[in-house]
């Protein structure tokens, strides 16, 4: 393992583990680089300081000590310059000093250790009569190890003093974040990890003074929150369950199967209602979209996947009938709706919905078109009422039969009653005049309890009535018009009346040789026969009976 790594892993070891570590760790970094910094600055400002102190005391050297000196050469005082030289070496950095006079000769003091050193030459002028005489020069060597010292032992001190503060209060501050904060957040990680949603659990509670109400920390508020949480979340899912066992009751028992196609990753839900309906186990068959799509009846695919097509891409309502095999191989008719979820972008993402095997409400619908399809052609007007006294199916005979407004009124779903009240306040029924509710009473319970047909008169014609029960407990009413049928009746009785008064036997034959008609006097003529004189017998027969029991001299 290369420096780097072993870098690394330290850097991995210091800056992972709790919050408090975590924090301490920033803080010593923030700290270290802080002290650097300010280490750094504070040692520029020194570094700049003493250099000036420096150039300071090479002035003052100059302006103090470079007169006197040139005086001490002008007087060739050879022990004041010695004595000079060596009071100047007990200025701070300084190592050496040195006069050179203009003839040659040099006085010096110290020695020049410092290969890195300040070096000032300072012209030595002495006034002679109004006139400046330079002398020779003065030379002031400062070295600049001690500056260096001194620098290096401020920034060492300085390094130290900040380094043992920051290490202090770092580690003051990781047992206080400890103590107040961190135990606290290893408590909630624990309780939230192990949380339990029965809403007899304990609370969470932190190991603490407990504050005054009002006055919570944050952390007591978040534990606070955490105990309110658990108990919403505790009766949400208690609801939840509820519902979910309410909804797994009423699919159960519902008559629909049920069906959740996820669009983007093509999984498709067939309920085991849905599978039972087409007659399958819940495993026999797979649950995919292509279950329903291969089971569809030729006739009515494209219909149902233009209606999906529809649907997801225009939300047109999906609400289709359509043919689905049975495991038998016949087929039986479902009505199959459903509605998709669509995300932000118009994409749909999923789609629901039910199945419900409608084939005897289509066996029904067959029977009944084929029904009115018989009764439609009939001259006598037929109508079926349901359990209900609904108008259920009817023709247009029946429709005509009630005439003017009434007409109308002919609608799936009337009621027999409103239908016998607006005849009767609308007066198409002369004898209920005056007693209008009785009437209708006394016809609505002829209607529930129908007896033998009855004739009504109803303006100037005449109608025969008759009502029957059907096996689910509707009624049907056929209505004949017998107005022709009496007309004749009347006809024959006034032509029997006439034909009776004629003195001659008359009989009528039809066109097959049986007795129609005849009147009185024929039946006198033939008393020898009157037991086979009847309407239908055939003529040959009235012939061989007369025959047998009448002389010939007799006969007719």
Same mark, same amino acid.
């Given at each position: 393992m290369n420096f780097n790594s072993l870098k690394n892993f330290a850097l991995l070891r210091f800056f992972h583990g709790s919050i408090a570590r975590r924090l301490t760790a920033a803080l010593v970094v923030l700290g270290i680089t802080a002290t650097l910094i300010t280490t750094a600055v504070q040692t520029y400002r020194m570094y700049l300081d003493e250099f000036e102190q420096v150039e300071a005391r090479m002035e003052r050297v100059r302006i103090t000590?470079?007169?006197?000196?040139?005086?001490?050469?002008?007087?060739?005082?050879?022990?004041?310059?010695?004595?000079?030289?060596?009071g100047l070496l007990n200025t701070p950095d300084f190592e050496y000093a040195e006069v050179r006079a203009q003839n040659g000769e040099v006085w010096s003091a110290g020695v020049k250790n410092s290969s890195d050193a300040i070096v000032k030459e300072f012209p030595m002028i002495f006034p002679n009569d109004g006139q400046d005489q330079t002398l020779g020069t003065l030379i002031v060597v400062a070295g600049k190890k001690g500056i260096y010292d001194r620098i290096k032992f401020h920034a060492m001190e300085s390094l130290f003093y900040f380094g043992a503060w920051t290490f202090f209060l770092a580690g003051a501050l990781y047992l206080i974040f400890r103590q107040l904060i961190t135990r606290h957040?290893?408590?909630?990680?624990?309780?939230t990890s192990t949380i339990s949603f029965d809403t007899q659990a304990p609370p969470l509670v932190l190991d603490h003074y407990a504050s005054q109400i009002g006055s919570e920390n944050e952390l007591e508020q978040v534990a606070s929150a955490i105990n309110s949480m658990r108990t919403q979340l505790a009766e949400s899912i208690l609801d939840l369950q509820k519902s979910e066992d309410r909804y797994a009751f009423a699919v159960s028992g519902s008559n629909d199967g049920l069906w959740d196609w996820n669009i983007q990753t093509g999984e498709d839900y067939l309920s085991p209602r849905w599978k039972q309906i087409l007659g399958y186990q819940d495993h026999e068959l797979e649950?995919?979209?292509?279950?329903?799509?291969?089971a569809l009846h030729p006739e009515?695919?494209?219909?149902?996947?233009?209606?999906?097509?529809?649907?997801?891409?225009?939300r047109i309502p999906y609400d289709v009938e359509c043919r689905l095999r049975h495991k038998d191989g016949s087929y039986i008719w479902v009505h199959s709706k459903g509605q998709a979820i669509w995300d932000d972008d118009g994409k749909p993402m999923r789609m629901a919905g039910s199945i419900s095997d409608i084939t005897q409400r289509k066996q029904a619908e067959e029977t009944s078109r084929r029904l009115i399809a018989a009764i439609e052609p009939l001259n006598d007007s037929v109508a079926i009422y349901d359990s209900d006294d609904r108008l259920l199916f009817w023709n247009e005979a029946y429709r005509k039969h009630h005439t003017g407004e009434i007409e109308t009124l002919i609608k799936p779903g009337l009621k027999f009653e409103d239908l016998v009240r607006a005849s009767v306040y609308s007066g198409r029924a002369p004898e209920a005049i005056g007693r209008e509710e009785a009437y209708i009473a006394e016809r609505m319970e002829r209607h529930r309890n129908p007896g033998k047909p009855y004739e009504i008169r109803r303006n100037d014609r005449w109608y025969i009535y008759r009502e029957s029960p059907t096996p689910e407990g509707g009624t049907t009413i056929v209505v004949t018009d017998t107005t022709e049928y009496k007309?004749?009746?009347? &006809?024959?009785?006034?032509?029997?009346? =006439?034909?009776?008064?004629?003195?001659?036997?008359?009989? @009528?034959?039809?066109?097959?040789?049986?007795? &129609?008609?005849?009147?009185?006097?024929? =039946?006198?003529?033939?008393?020898?026969?009157?037991?086979? @004189?009847?309407?239908g017998a055939t003529f040959e027969e009235m012939i061989r009976t007369m025959v047998k029991r009448v002389p010939v001299k007799d006969s007719i």
């Open positions: 000590h470079g007169p006197s000196l040139a005086a001490s050469v002008w007087r060739f005082s050879e022990r004041q310059i010695e004595i000079e030289l060596k957040l290893a408590t909630l990680a624990r309780y649950n995919l979209i292509e279950t329903f799509t291969g009515d695919h494209d219909h149902a996947m233009e209606a999906f097509k529809a649907h997801l891409e225009d007309k004749a009746v009347e &006809v024959q009785e006034r032509l029997t009346q =006439a034909v009776n008064v004629v003195p001659v036997g008359i009989a @009528l034959f039809d066109s097959d040789d049986r007795l &129609v008609f005849f009147n009185d006097r024929y =039946a006198e003529l033939m008393e020898a026969m009157k037991d086979i @004189l009847k309407p």
